[in-house]
């Protein structure tokens, strides 16, 4: 996904449903581009992304999706 600024991301991030590829993309668009004082609160954000999907798939989601 392409964003134009800054803003446009963040708002994607606020509205986007999480553990989607455009709540994703947005955050890492917002991890490149933020200032500084930012930066932090985003990572934060994207490892809860990558954990919650982890999070998912434990315990046998029956998925098929061979994490264990």
């Known amino acids: 996904m392409q964003f134009e600024s800054f803003e446009q991301a963040l708002h994607v991030c606020m509205t986007a449903e999480q553990g989607t590829d455009e709540h994703e ?23 809860d992304f990558h954990k919650g999907r982890q999070e998912k798939h434990d315990g046998g989601c029956g998925c098929g999706c061979n994490h264990d």
């Open 25 to 47: 993309a947005a955050l890492i668009y917002c991890l490149d581009h933020a200032p500084a004082d930012l930066k932090e609160k985003i990572k934060e954000g994207l490892a």
